[in-house]
C-alpha cells in the first residue's frame, strides 16, 4: 500500500511539472502573437535587436577578427596609417588579417574575397580608387559580415553596402591648398603659373584635392594651371613628373602636390634644375608627415595641409560599436589643422609619423 502511496505522489508531481512546463511554453508563444512592451522596443529598434544578437554570437573568449584590406605602402602618410591600424588592432585585442594591395584595386578584391571565405567578424578598406566596388560589397553584405571603409570613400549609390567611412573631408583639404593661393596672390597682377601632381587617377583624395583647390582658385583669374599630372602618391614619380614639367615650361610660379612624398620628390628636381624650392617655385602640399614638416620647416615647402593617417583607434572603436548592434554615423570626419614654414618648424620635434 504504502508502495502504490509513493508513486501516486510521484505521478501527480510530475503531471504538476509538465504542466507548469506547457503553461510556460503558451506564454511565449503569447507574447509572440501579442508583443510585450520589451519586444515592440525591439521591433522599434532593430539595432539594439542586432546588439542582442551579435553579444551572444561573439562568446567573451573568441577574438574579433577584423580583416583589413590596405592600399599599399606608396607614401609616409600610408606606413603611418598602417602602423596605427596595427597598433590598434593589437591593444583593442583583435586577430588583424592584413593585405597590401600594391595600389592595385584588384588585390584588394581579391584580399576582400578572402576576407569573405574565412569569414570574418568585420572587413575594413581604404579603397585605392573611388569607381568598381559595389558587386564585392555586395557579397560582403550577403555573406552578413559588415564593412567599414577608411581613409577613402567609394561612389557606390547604396550606402547600405558599408556601415561607415572614416577618414578626411578631401575637397576641404584642397581647399584650404586653394585658399593659401588665393590670400598670397591676392595683389598679383600678372599670370601665376601653377603645375599640379595629382595622386593615383581615379581615387577619392585626388579626385576632391583638385576639385577643392579649383572651386577656390578660379576666384582669381591670374592663377592659371598649366600642368597637371599624376604622381600616384610616391615621391620617385613626383620628382620624375616635376622633372617634365621644369623641361616643358618655362616660368613655373607655384606647385601644388596632392601629397607631400611627390612634393620632395619634386624638390629634388627642382633642386637639380639649380631652383630654390619655396622661393623660385612656392610649393604647396597635402599630409603633414614628418618628411613634409620638417621640408617646410626649412622653408622648401611653403604651405602643408594636414590630413590625419592615425585612424586606427576610431576604427577599433567602429568595429567595437557595430558588432554591438549600435548605430554608428555614416561619415566621420576626421579634423584636421595646416601649417605654414614657422608653424613647421614649431611642430617638428614633437612630430611623431
Ligand atoms: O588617401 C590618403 C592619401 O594617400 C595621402 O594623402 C597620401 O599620402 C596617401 O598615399
Redesign the pocket.
Do not use: K, L, Q
Given at each position: 500500500m504504502k508502495r502504490i502511496a509513493k508513486l501516486s505522489t510521484l505521478s501527480v508531481l510530475v503531471l504538476i511539472m509538465v504542466f507548469v512546463a506547457a503553461c510556460g511554453k503558451s506564454g511565449n508563444n503569447n507574447n509572440n502573437a501579442s508583443p510585450s512592451p520589451k519586444a515592440s522596443e525591439a521591433a522599434a529598434a532593430p539595432a539594439a535587436e542586432s546588439a542582442a544578437a551579435s553579444e551572444s554570437s561573439q562568446p567573451a573568449d573568441k577574438k574579433v577578427v577584423l580583416g583589413f584590406a590596405q592600399?599599399?605602402a606608396?607614401?609616409?602618410?600610408?606606413s603611418a596609417?598602417t602602423k596605427s591600424i596595427q597598433e590598434s588592432a593589437a591593444t583593442a585585442g583583435f586577430d588583424l588579417k592584413f593585405s597590401d594591395a600594391q595600389q592595385k584595386q584588384e588585390n584588394q578584391i581579391k584580399a576582400i574575397r578572402s576576407y569573405i571565405q574565412q569569414k570574418v567578424d568585420v572587413i575594413a578598406f581604404?579603397p585605392v580608387v573611388e569607381s568598381g566596388w559595389d558587386t564585392v560589397l555586395k557579397e560582403a553584405k550577403e555573406a552578413g559580415i559588415p564593412v567599414i571603409l577608411t581613409?577613402?570613400a567609394v561612389d557606390s549609390e547604396d550606402t547600405s553596402l558599408y556601415k561607415t567611412f572614416i577618414?578626411?573631408d578631401?575637397v576641404e583639404e584642397g581647399r584650404k591648398a586653394g585658399q593659401w593661393l588665393v590670400d598670397q596672390y591676392k595683389d598679383a597682377s600678372g599670370e601665376v603659373n601653377i603645375v599640379e601632381l595629382q595622386?593615383?587617377t581615379g581615387?577619392?583624395?585626388a579626385n576632391d584635392?583638385k576639385s577643392g583647390f579649383l572651386d577656390v582658385i578660379t576666384s582669381n583669374p591670374n592663377l592659371k594651371i598649366i600642368a597637371s599630372q599624376t604622381g600616384d602618391?610616391?615621391r620617385a614619380k613626383g620628382k620624375e613628373v616635376m622633372q617634365a614639367f621644369l623641361q616643358a615650361n618655362k616660368k613655373i610660379d607655384v606647385l601644388y602636390a596632392?601629397?607631400?612624398?611627390?612634393a620632395l620628390g619634386a624638390i629634388q628636381a627642382i633642386e637639380a634644375a639649380g631652383l630654390k624650392p619655396g622661393v623660385d617655385i612656392k610649393i604647396i602640399s597635402?599630409?603633414g608627415?614628418h618628411d613634409g614638416i620638417q621640408a617646410a620647416s626649412e622653408g622648401k615647402i611653403n604651405f602643408i595641409v594636414e590630413?590625419n593617417?592615425l585612424l586606427g583607434p576610431q576604427l577599433m572603436t567602429a568595429v567595437n560599436d557595430v558588432l554591438a548592434g549600435k548605430d554608428i554615423p555614416l561619415r566621420i570626419v576626421t579634423e584636421e589643422g595646416t601649417f605654414t614654414s614657422e608653424q613647421a618648424l614649431a611642430a617638428l620635434p614633437n612630430r611623431q609619423y
Open positions: 592600399v599599399g606608396e607614401s609616409g602618410w600610408r596609417n581604404s581613409d577613402r577618414g578626411s578631401f595622386g593615383t581615387s577619392a583624395p584635392r602618391f610616391t596632392h601629397n607631400d612624398d611627390m597635402v599630409d608627415v590630413c593617417p
